[in-house]
């Protein structure tokens, strides 16, 4: 039987988490804080801002434009993340039928779009969606089309371009569970008759539910922090909460509005992430 840990060998083992408690509480607890103090604080015109405590910030966030800004962003975060999930399930599923010889070409390619910067990804679409030399115009030399047209900037072609650089995550994320996946489901339902299309609408993805919902959730916050695909593809009216946050606080100098709608971005995506590890731990058998 062994000797109960002393407390010196209790300090030790506890001894390496400081640092990353350290450094979490220097690079995230002190700038959010800052950020939500800042969010309170009033806008000098002509100047910066004052600390004086306000919640005027967080009201005019609140009006109807910012509301379907807010709107807007969590819908296009929403259906990237549903578009990721119909087309991602069912590739990794097929990818992990593989022999790993097979595999291997298939995540290497998918670790190759993680490796591209937005700004590549942006003007690679707007590129492939423009009149001049876009897929348009091997549709119109084929006869699909009248005559080559222009896609971008548009909803589709933002839509396009954020599920480009989702999709690899949610794949990637999606792996490891559907490799573990006990091969005898989908060969029981066989068995009794099933389709294999069926097969895995009614018994492989309902065995998946927890880690579709995580991955669904990963792929939402990941979205709502979108960027420059909104500005490279889209119009003004695609643009997303972030790049509002951005125009504020930069262009605009209107450092504690800015402040307010982070705030309420990094709220969001830390109460998403949290559902998804209470998810998660749900899922583990007991």
Known sequence: MSAPATAGQRSGGQLPLVFPALMLFAFFVVPFGLMIAVSFFERVQGGFYVPIFTTANYARFLSLFFGEVLLFSLALSAAVSAICLTVGAPFTYL????SRRAQVPWLVAMLAVLSLSEVIIGFAWSTLLSR??????????IGLMDG???????FGAVLAGMVYQALPYAVLVLYPSFSRLDPSLAEAA??????PVRSFLTVILPAMRTTLIATFIIVFVFALGAYLLPQLLGRPQHWTLSVLITDQAIYQSNMPFAAAMAVFLVIASLLLVLLTTVLGHKGKPA
């Open 95 to 98: 990818l992990t039928r593989l």
């Open 148 to 154: 080559p047209d222009s896609w971008s900037p548009s």
């Open 190 to 195: 066989r068995t009794l008759g099933a389709s």
């Open 132 to 141: 001049t030399a876009g897929i348009s115009n091997l549709f119109a030399a």
